[in-house]
């Protein structure tokens, strides 16, 4: 994923007062996401340092499987961290339902036990090529909808919506259709959150930068840790 500026993390910390240790509460919890471009996370540092989910990508189109994910899934499970895949989509290469198939069959699948995020859909420009793949927004939307029917079929959960809200408004002409299922990550990376994409009055995560004292992209939970944990658990 790609996007500049730092907003320093709000860690957990412990204040001892009298005898015993009291927890202060971390509001907004933090976390990341990585892929090959990051090939080799320590996530028990990543947790120590005070994170609490990371999201790992899977699959790109219907050919390729991020090399790094089966390496990086189980570490970040072991170190305890809250996770999920992602898929980068590839939208007029395949259906919808074709690239969501795809990431299910490898790693981006869903499952009841409070600590998997649903799959995210990476929604974004290509490094190459045109922006909206060629696709007329409606085209978009209709794809859009393919893929995230066909991950709800299969899981019982929509998949979260990453993007800018620029491209949101480029390729799907700020389409308002998803607003009311399918949770949102945007992606901006300043001191503030900006305007959101049309149907959404919230996002759910929020990639503020680019870099960090962590690895990979640097995210924020809309919400307390409890929240996110009620989002894993669906």
Known sequence: MKLTSFIPLLLSAAS??????????????????????????DFSKVKKNGLSFVYIKATEGTTYIDPNFNTH??????AGLIRGGYHFAR????????????????GGGWSKDGITLP????LEAPQKGAQCYGLSPSAMVSWIK?????????????????????WWKSCTGNSASFGKTNPLWIAHWSSSIGTLPAGWSH??????????????DQDSFNGDLAGLKRLAHG
């Open 16 to 41: 001892f007062v009298g005898a015993g240790p009291t927890l202060v509460k971390r509001a907004n919890p933090k976390g990341i996401d990585v892929s090959n471009h990051q090939p080799h996370v």
């Open 73 to 78: 899934y189980p570490a970040a499970t072991k």
């Open 91 to 106: 939208p007029g290469s395949s259906s919808g339902a074709a690239q969501a198939k795809f990431f299910l069959a490898h």
């Open 119 to 122: 799959g995210a859909l990476d």
């Open 146 to 166: 393919d893929f995230s029917h066909t991950y709800h079929s299969k899981t019982g959960r929509y998949p979260v919506l990453y993007t800018t809200t620029s």
């Open 203 to 216: 996002s759910t995560f929020w990639q503020y930068a680019k870099s960090g004292p962590n690895p990979g």
